[in-house]
């Protein structure tokens, strides 16, 4: 092999390992695009909790957790929830977490107003509370019947945290063998092209 066909060689050598890795660096950059996407789909599942379509400063929020005297939470629980100045209430019922929710539609007229809250018998009376002045903050109460259920519901429940660790094990996983075996046949492929010229 002359100078100049030793030289293309290993232009072209050089070339191809640009290439390889130009395609780990790509196939790498799908799987990550590929767990985002997988990751706020999962967030994005999560049951949305309703509102009501009043703006914030008109909106009022009573909710909270029935628990049953084991601590676990009670579903399907109705409960009563009323401004008894005007006469004004609705009834929900918790779901499978004990968890309940109840929107009014009230005014900064209604601040002070007495606030009757009823679930398994038990009565609750409370009084309407929030700063009339702030327009932006959601106006709520939390009101919880009996103890050992009541949690933070911001925060993404255990199985989604755990689903996403697995799933991010798998993909790192899977990258890595992929990485490694591309860098194996790159060896290979290194070692066989230096036996071929010591030839």
Known sequence: ???????????????????????????????????????????????????ATHEADHRFTVEGFVCGEDGKPSANVEVLVKDTRISYGQTVTTGEDGYYRAAFHLHN?????????????????????????????????QVNFGSGCAHDRSAPPSWLL?????????????????????????????EKGQGKRKK
């Open 109 to 141: 007229d209604n601040l002070g107003d007495p606030l009757l809250v009823e679930a398994k018998g038990e009565q609750q009376n409370l009084k309407i509370q929030f700063d009339p002045k702030d327009l932006e903050s959601e106006r709520k109460i």
């Open 1 to 51: 092999m002359c100078g100049h066909e030793l030289i293309y060689s290993m232009y072209r050598g050089d070339w191809r390992r640009r290439v390889e890795w130009k395609q780990i660096r790509l196939s790498g950059s799908r799987w990550k695009v590929t767990a985002a996407i997988v990751g706020i789909g999962a967030f994005l599942v999560q049951p949305a909790t309703l509102y």
């Open 162 to 190: 755990v689903g996403l660790g697995v799933v991010a094990g798998i993909v790192g996983l899977f990258v890595g063998i992929k990485v490694i075996k591309s860098r194996r046949k790159k060896m290979a492929r290194l």
